[in-house]
């Protein structure tokens, strides 16, 4: 058995298995073409792999070449006091800019 030279595979044994039957009816095309489909079938889901595990390094680099968008917020302060309770010079604090 193992030193036989039968290759289910090839076209001569389709050929073999369908002699006397519809080659029309669906099952002779399938097998025949089962194994560039199969071929083309793990190059795609191969390439959709490695894509799926690249695909988060490719956004990071994509990300760290964009300018990111340094936005500053001015906040303007009404009615200070100073550490006394009252009322103080509130000049200082009123032309700061507040990062979040």
């Known amino acids: 058995m193992f030193g036989s030279k039968i290759d ?3 076209t001569e044994w389709l050929d073999v298995v ?3 039957k519809n ?3 669906g099952a002779y095309e399938l097998r025949k073409e089962s194994s560039a ?3 083309r079938a793990l190059f795609i889901a191969s390439a959709i792999f490695v894509l799926v595990f690249i695909a988060p390094k490719i956004l990071s680099v994509i990300k760290g070449k964009l300018p990111e968008d340094n936005e500053v917020k001015q906040v303007e302060v009404v009615g200070c006091t100073t550490s006394a309770g009252k009322p103080g ?3 200082a604090t009123t032309g700061r800019a507040a990062t979040s």
Do not use: D
Request: aromatic share 14%.
């Open 8 to 10: 289910l595979l090839k």
């Open 18 to 20: 369908f002699a006397h």
């Open 23 to 25: 080659k029309k009816y």
């Open 37 to 39: 489909i199969t071929t």
């Open 89 to 91: 010079n509130t000049s």
